[in-house]
């Protein structure tokens, strides 16, 4: 007997096999894992889950692969910290970073989806893997892959930040720098899905790519002493990532791990990139296409595929989709790094700049509980940085150099 009951069509509900594809034949809605509930529910337990490893694959019961886990066996568990320091500069008690700007092996929230996409590319037979990717995506396939043995294809904007183009070099994949934005990249990497028989983690593979992130959640409300937050502040660039947040808490509320989930599930967005943000203002379904002009690159996408699902998800449970200027996302790179020490790239200076946005506008409140998601490193990113923190001050190497030195500072 399998947890795997298929691939199931979001809009018309048609069913598939669980194989590498994606989209319904039918009505091209997008599709998604369908799981035996009451299976796993027989198999799954808080005491299993605590005695797992210190991995997102403590959570195997609830992820899509059908044999033992081969990818990212490192990846997950990251630090959740109650950040008493910035929850004091914004006026919240209860105030935590889910920090995935440390998660191995290439620092972002991706290692998690790619953990999982391989991992089932491996089931299924592949021996070349791909993605279309704004960054991170691109860096965490090219190190899993080195490291599973497979051929590697990245497809990525010519335009990224040094460190990210080096993050994928360095593994030795063949890079890909496309000169267009994100969304030209994707359009072009379904088209290649289309003509040679690889696994693109977040095309045909992306129905089991996407179910990694669900790992977040659970990680989560484990580490809140098995429940649920009132809030949580997602980066939002396809929309996957908030939706897949909320379905990992609903799925732990429908197997009993958690009880009386009502979290209010709020999106961030930069506003040189904020589709998502702009059509749930103007409170409408149809997310006008843009051409991406932002300083937070992984998240610039200008036609997020999962956008409607997250803006619906949002409205269901009360909450609310932000954007937030460049100069704000310094800001909070800068809030985040001076209050918690910790460094975080352009997206997560997304999230924090909302955080206080909201909490400016009243949305969070002092005595309740907030989880913010920080889902990069700032090493990554240093460009966009370097011009908001100074340069170190230059001394001759005496005490009267240094002294004048502390002399100017103090004024």
Not at 40 to 51: A, G, P, V
Not at 105 to 123: G, I, Y
Not at 191 to 199: K, S
Not at 319 to 333: A, C, H, P, Q, R
Request: charged fraction near 20%; include cysteine.
């Amino acid at each position: 007997m399998s947890k795997i009951k298929g691939l199931v069509c979001k809009e018309c509900k048609k069913e598939y096999a669980a194989e590498a594809i994606h989209v319904c034949e039918f009505c091209f809605g997008p599709l998604e894992v369908a799981y035996d509930y009451e299976y796993i529910q027989t198999k799954i337990s808080k005491e299993k889950i605590m005695n797992g490893p210190l991995s997102l694959w403590r959570y195997e019961d609830l992820l899509p692969i059908e044999s033992t886990p081969t990818v990212g066996l490192h990846t997950g568990f990251t630090p959740m910290i109650h950040a008493k320091n910035l929850g004091l500069k914004l006026g919240l008690d209860h105030l935590y970073i889910k920090n995935d700007s440390v998660n191995p092996p290439t620092l972002s929230f991706k290692d998690r989806v790619v953990a999982v996409a391989l991992t089932r590319a491996k089931e299924l037979g592949f021996d070349t893997v791909a993605c279309a990717s704004t960054g991170n995506l691109a860096n965490s396939v090219s190190a899993n892959a080195a490291q599973a043995g497979f051929k590697c294809f990245v497809f990525i904007p010519a335009d990224l930040e040094a460190g990210k183009i080096l993050g994928n070099l360095v593994y030795n994949p063949t890079v890909i720098a496309v000169e267009g934005n994100y969304d030209d990249v994707n359009r072009l990497c379904s088209e290649i899905a289309g003509e040679y028989p690889w696994a693109f983690v977040n095309i045909n593979l992306r129905p089991y790519y996407s179910e990694g992130s669900k790992t977040l959640a659970y990680e989560t409300a484990e580490a809140l002493d098995w429940q649920a937050p009132d809030h949580v502040v997602v980066p939002i660039a396809s929309g996957s990532l908030l939706t897949k947040i909320y379905k990992g808490f609903h799925e732990f509320e429908r197997l009993g791990l958690i009880s009386n989930v009502s979290t209010q599930i709020h999106g961030a967005q930069a506003l040189g990139c904020s589709p998502v943000a702009t059509a749930f203002k103007k409170k409408t379904d149809f997310i006008q296409p843009v051409k991406p002009d932002t300083i937070a690159k992984s998240l610039a996408i200008g036609n997020p595929a999962d956008g409607f699902y997250a803006i619906k998800i949002a409205q269901e449970t009360g909450g609310v989709i932000e954007s937030v200027t460049d100069k704000e996302i310094l800001e909070g790179i800068k809030l985040l790094a001076e209050n918690e020490g910790i460094f975080t790239e352009t997206a997560g200076g997304v999230t924090v700049a909302v955080l206080k946005k909201l909490t400016d506008q009243g949305v969070l409140k002092k005595g309740e509980s907030i989880v913010a998601y920080i889902t990069g490193n700032g090493l990554k990113t240093q460009e966009a940085i370097a011009p908001a923190v100074g340069a170190p001050s230059l001394i001759q190497p005496n005490l009267k150099s240094f002294q004048q030195t502390l002399k100017e500072e103090a004024k």
